[in-house]
Structure formats: structure tokens, C-alpha cells
């Protein structure tokens, strides 16, 4: 059985981004892609009978992201599969360290391995970047936000990556906020409409909830 649960966060919980049921979903469109027509490789070469234990060990320094991924993936493959979280999400952690081990079935381990690996390597990698520049402006008034420029489709998990980092979100989605960007500001002047003009159109317009931003 998979017995790893949603790690928590200081203040951010993979389930605050997407329901069991949405990464459910993102995993397995990914599975789809990766096995295609079956895993022709292990099917031929490993019988299912054969007991193996898979470990993840950290590469280098960084911190990590998407083990709750990675146990959604091996329980979507194969539920009588053991999967044990060794550190959580948002942990910094050095060459060779244990992240997770997975146990049961090779076949089933080989299945899932890259699909498991994929994800963790990339959200992995995020959060690392994005400690490294939070380490960088730590003490100061700025902080490090993320943008909507995500891999699409993968939008709720990169974010939980950014925060993982110990970065901060912006927008999620284009309902959010209003953010005024340079094409909206040639749009505006081909209509002769000035920013101050459209501001306060948009102020009575909109929710007072609902901030405006005016990228420069």
C-alpha cells in the first residue's frame, strides 16, 4: 500500500494547489504518454513476481518537491506497492541523501520509475532555484513571486514548487487579480482611453477584493 501522506509545509499544503482527483488526473495523462502500448522492456525481461525496493537519493544540493507526486504515480501503477517518504517536501538536502523508497513488484517499480523520476527532477528543481534566489534577498523588503509562464498543464504544481522554494505565488489564473501589462496599455491608447481613466473604471467595476496591478 502507499502510505505516504500530503507533507505539510509551513504554510502551504500540495492539497491548497489541486484535489486528489486533479493530480490524479496529471498523473495519469503522464503515465499514458510514458507507456503507450505497455511497457514491452520489463514485460519481457521482469516477471511481476519479482520483489524489488527502488530508493530516491538527492543527486546534489537543493530542495525538494513533488514526493507526493512521485506516490501518486506508484499508487495510480500498482496499489499494493509500498511507498515511504523519508523527508518532506520544502527539505534542503545534500548528495546521496535518502528522499523516498518504494517497495513491491520490479515490474511495476520499472512502470513508474521514470514518470515518478520526471516529475520530481522538475519540481525538484524549481524549488531549488527558487531557494537560491530567496537565500539571496533574505533580510531585505524584496521577496521572490512566480508568474503565470508555467508549463501548461502544469500550472498548480510548479507553483506549489515555488513556495516549496520558499517563494511567494502571484496569480493563478487570469480571474485573480487584474494586472494591466503592456499590450493593455497599447490597447487602451488606440482607444484613446488613459491608464488613470481605465483604473478607476475598472475600480467600479470589480469587486473591492480584487487588487490591480500595473506592470512597469
Avoid: W
Amino acid at each position: 500500500m502507499i502510505d505516504t501522506e500530503i507533507t505539510t509545509l509551513p504554510s502551504v499544503q500540495l492539497t491548497h494547489y489541486l484535489t486528489s482527483r486533479e493530480l490524479e488526473a496529471i498523473v495519469e495523462r503522464a503515465l499514458a504518454e510514458d507507456l503507450g502500448r505497455g511497457d514491452i522492456t520489463s514485460d519481457l525481461l521482469v516477471p511481476p513476481t519479482v520483489q524489488a525496493t527502488a530508493i530516491f537519493h538527492a543527486r546534489r544540493d537543493g530542495v525538494i518537491a513533488g514526493i507526493d507526486v512521485a506516490a501518486c504515480v506508484y499508487r495510480l501503477i500498482d496499489p499494493t506497492l509500498r511507498f515511504v517518504a523519508e523527508i518532506a517536501d520544502g527539505t534542503p538536502v545534500t548528495p546521496g541523501q535518502a528522499i523516498a523508497r518504494v517497495s513491491g513488484s520490479a515490474h511495476s517499480l520499472l512502470r513508474g520509475e521514470r514518470v515518478a523520476l520526471n516529475f520530481m527532477q522538475r519540481l525538484s528543481g524549481t524549488a531549488s532555484l527558487t531557494a537560491r534566489y530567496a537565500e539571496i534577498v533574505r533580510g531585505t523588503r524584496a521577496r521572490i513571486v512566480d508568474t503565470r509562464k508555467t508549463t501548461p498543464g502544469l500550472r498548480a504544481l510548479e507553483k506549489y514548487a515555488v513556495r516549496a522554494g520558499g517563494g511567494h505565488n502571484h496569480r493563478r489564473d487570469l480571474s485573480d487579480m487584474m494586472l494591466v501589462k503592456d499590450n493593455h496599455l497599447v490597447a487602451l491608447r488606440s482607444r484613446g482611453v488613459t491608464l488613470a481613466e481605465a483604473i478607476e473604471q475598472a475600480r467600479q467595476a470589480l469587486p473591492h477584493s480584487i487588487k490591480i496591478e500595473v506592470e512597469v
